[in-house]
């Protein structure tokens, strides 16, 4: 089993920045992929951005492209998602998930994910 929890959350105004935080614990050695999530009420949770296990590789959001960036720390085991530019539309709740089989990082689909922290909330002020 591997444990995900989010940090980092908050409230922002339309421009501003947050860096989210996602630390893994358990398991971690059979872990693939790293990624996030958001889920906004009323709405379908949507992929936002993938890396590697080893953060040599990222796969993003058309809609995130230039404004977030999904980084990694190995000692720390944990996946960072910095986001600027950040929009009213970008509010939701933002979900870690790993995954442990050796897919492309373009497949995008929740479903494909094997763990998930418990999200962490964004809101973003106009």
């Known amino acids: 089993q591997v444990q995900l929890v989010e940090s980092g959350g908050g409230l922002v105004q339309a421009g501003g920045s947050l860096r989210l935080s996602c630390a893994a614990s358990?398991?971690?050695?059979?872990?693939?992929?790293r990624g996030w999530f958001r889920q906004a009420p009323g709405k379908e949770r949507e992929f936002v951005a993938a890396c590697t296990w080893s953060g040599s590789n990222t796969y993003y959001a058309d809609f995130v492209k230039g404004r977030f960036i999904i980084s990694r720390d190995n000692a720390k085991n944990t996946v960072y998602l910095q986001m600027n530019s950040l929009k009213p539309e970008d509010t939701g709740v933002y979900y870690c998930?790993?995954?442990?089989?050796?897919?492309?990082?373009?497949?995008?689909?929740?479903?494909?994910?094997?763990?998930w922290g418990q999200g962490t909330q964004v809101t973003v002020s106009p």
């Open positions: 358990g398991r971690t050695d059979n872990i693939y992929h």
């Open positions: 998930a790993s995954r442990r089989a050796p897919r492309s990082l373009s497949s995008v689909s929740p479903g494909t994910y094997d763990y």
